[in-house]
């Protein structure tokens, strides 16, 4: 039997690993999770209700998890929002020196546009990137608000 430390943080790969896995995860959806002991919490945004559960389904079938808590909100149908995200994505994938972020499986930069408002979420390389990123989402004409959360890798949250 393994220590409790170690199935968590066996635990805590598995639930990162099922998550980029899931077919329709993508750079509209911010999801995130805590483990505590068997219990996992599934926090974030989603633009599917479908991805909703289909986060949870993936995660409770991980051995080890006893427990999964949905915390996971759905992001409201808006051909508004559906348009700025659009617009944000090209603002800031389609820039010179952030365009290198967009090559990979899942953007690591996450943008989630909630009634007009954006919040950047994830991780980037450089300070640099983190405030460029910043500095295109707010180029976005509708935009009520940017909230940049992006994370310098490497570094502890804060």
């Known amino acids: 039997m393994q220590p409790a430390g170690k199935a968590e943080d ?12 899931l077919p329709y995860y993508g750079v509209f959806d911010n999801l995130a999770y805590r483990v505590d002991g068997s219990t996992v919490t ?17 995660v409770k079938r991980i051995e080890g998890v006893e427990h999964v808590k949905n915390e996971l909100d759905v992001l409201p149908l808006s051909p508004m929002d559906d348009r700025l995200r659009l617009a944000e994505y090209r603002a800031i994938y389609g820039h010179p020196g952030l365009d290198r972020y967009a090559l990979q499986a899942v953007p690591p930069i996450h943008i989630i546009v909630d ?28 935009v009520f608000s940017v909230k940049n959360n992006l994370r310098v890798e490497g570094r502890e949250a804060k």
């Not at 408002?117 to 405030?131: F, N, Q, R």
């Open 10 to 21: 066996r635990i805590t790969r598995e639930v990162r690993h099922e998550l980029v896995m």
């Open 42 to 58: 599934l926090l974030g945004q989603v633009t599917r209700p479908t991805l909703k559960s289909d986060a949870e389904h993936v």
């Open 115 to 142: 009634n007009g408002k954006v919040t950047l979420e994830g991780v980037v390389a450089t300070e640099a990137d983190k405030d460029l990123a910043n500095v295109r989402a707010n180029t976005v004409a509708g």
